[in-house]
């Protein structure tokens, strides 16, 4: 019993490595051929995990050589168009200027149904208020409105936002995020001020920020 814990913990830990190493994608967003290699993995790890008469290494050594065809695979896919079409496909126009296209629909294996479907999935209740709908390589459908129906931006009306950047975390469940402090420019002493206004010490917050307008959110732990 001892045994198979410490192989299934030893092949997690594989596995998660391997996959990290394979880029962060999320489930939806993988080519067919990540899917693939993902698939085959959760096989293989799962052989040697709990049959203690197969040798760990007949998990170890497949899964190491999948994740080598994995990194062939992508170097292809970043060097040549050519076999980056082969390996990932090429993206479907279902529908192009405001009408669906039924030889793309029959291609692909979609229905009108399934087509809704992605279109409400992009918040797009309305077949007539598409421009394009495409059908990525991923499967997942990107969505182009119609210039009438589309949100408006601040642009549409000649106006410039101020620069807002992006907000760093500063305190996480009391720890202090270091990196980004020195990021912004600020100094140890300096956050335990900031924290001090909202009657608290820095162990004491579950989450502080700061965004790019110098904005400083902070809030206490529950127990606290």
Sequence with gaps: MLLIFIRSILLYILVLVVMRLMGKREIGQLQPFELAISIMIADLASIPMTDTGIPISNGVIPILGLLVMHLLISLINMKSIKGREIICGKP?????????????????????????????????????????????????????????????????????????????????????????????????????????????????????????????????????
Excluded: H
Aim: aromatic share 10%; hydrophobic share 35%; charged share 35%.
């Design 92 to 224: 479907s126009i279902l529908i192009y200027r405001g009408k669906i296209n039924e030889e793309a629909l029959k291609k692909e294996r979609f229905t009108i149904n399934e087509l809704e479907e992605r279109l409400r999935g992009n918040n797009i209740f309305n077949l007539c208020d598409v421009e394009y709908a495409i059908l990525e390589t991923s499967g997942q459908v990107t969505v182009i409105q119609k210039p009438e129906k589309r949100n408006t931006i601040p642009e549409d009306f000649n106006i410039t936002p101020e620069y807002e950047g992006i907000p760093y975390d500063l305190i996480i469940d009391g720890k202090i995020m270091y990196k980004n402090l020195q990021i912004i420019g600020k100094d140890e002493e300096w956050l335990k001020k900031q924290v001090k206004n909202f009657k608290a010490k820095t162990e004491e917050i579950l989450v502080a920020t700061i965004d790019g307008k110098g904005q400083f959110f902070c809030q206490k732990k529950k127990n606290y």
